[in-house]
């Protein structure tokens, strides 16, 4: 799945809020490379995340934050992201 909705297809601008997503692994992949279709390629993504991505905690925060319901974002599948949000709606 392709998506102009993700880190890898995000166009970089230094002074808003998205400018982290310049510095992510993913620069270097296709975007649909973090849009898996199958678990395979959600470790895939994972992976890549993983690999000492020097933004992984902010690009989770802001998927979280959007409520951004598809794709691997901060090393997290959309399952761990609802079970992250669901966590901490049941901590407030
Ligand atoms: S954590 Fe993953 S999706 Fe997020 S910026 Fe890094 S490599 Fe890209």
Redesign the pocket.
Known sequence: MQSNNS??AAPVDADSTTAW?SQ???RNYAPAV?FPSDGVGVDRARK??NND?P??DQ?LEYALEQRIEHG????ASERERRRILKRRKLAV
Request: charged fraction near 5%; proline fraction near 0%; include cysteine.
């Open positions: 880190v890898a997503m992510g692994n993913c973090f890549i995340c991505c933004v992984k690009c691997v974002w901060g090393g």
